[in-house]
């Protein structure tokens, strides 16, 4: 593989653009290789109908479109941030019909500039493959930790194994695949009970791994 394409990859799973490159690692990395990991992040939440949740990093959306089916019924709402404008669009052509009901919100924004939000807002919160790409960690999770009422939960999904051979092919020249600085910033932001866990996906025997991580409170 040329270092061009290599770099272009890199690029893209970092923030995918309306590129050709972009729309296929949108297609293969974060439809197809990512959609287990994020239907797992939403069943580790234990969203109930009620909740108020927040997905960081949506991508096209898929994780946001269970929390949906979840909360449509109930007096909850999801809410989704992703700071690539590519991203906001596809998810928002899947989503029209929870948007268009008021249940779902879609916002271009960073992790680490969540000020489109109140204190003390979310039940829960997730990502998948998203943690990588914060480029001021401890930023980020202070405010995660401000925005999450207290008690509620975050998680996190990744495939460990997926990572070592994305990183040995030289597609994380702009992240860092790493658990313990992510680990360590939730600690350092307040979050207690961090866990990381290796656990199977049901119904295909997949193996990937859940960092939990949960605001003091009530």
Request: charge should be positive.
């Amino acid at each position: 593989m040329g270092s061009r394409l290599r770099e272009a990859i890199a690029r893209n799973l970092r923030k995918p653009e309306a590129t050709i490159i972009g729309r296929l690692v949108k297609k293969i990395a974060l439809e197809k290789m990512n959609c287990f990991l994020e239907l797992e992040a939403v069943r580790l939440c234990d969203i109930q109908p009620d909740h108020q949740v927040l997905e960081v990093g949506f991508g096209p959306g898929i994780g946001i479109q269970a929390t949906y089916h979840i909360v449509k019924d109930g007096n909850g709402e999801v809410y989704g941030i992703d700071f690539s404008e590519e991203m906001v669009l596809s998810a928002t052509r899947l989503l029209r019909k929870g948007i268009g009901e008021g249940k779902v919100s879609l916002i271009n924004a960073e992790a680490a500039d969540l000020s489109c939000f109140q204190s003390n807002t979310f039940d829960r919160v997730f990502h998948c493959n998203c943690y990588y790409f914060w480029p001021d960690m401890t930023k980020a999770t202070n405010e995660l930790h401000r925005v999450m009422k207290p008690g509620a939960t975050m998680v996190t999904t990744m495939n460990p194994e997926r990572l070592k051979i994305s990183q040995s092919r030289g597609f994380f020249k702009y992240g860092n695949p790493d658990q313990r600085p992510y680990i360590k910033a939730l600690q350092s932001s307040g979050f207690c009970g961090v866990q990381l866990k290796t656990l199977k996906h049901e119904s295909s025997g997949a193996s990937f791994d859940a960092i939990f991580a949960k605001k003091p409170g009530f």
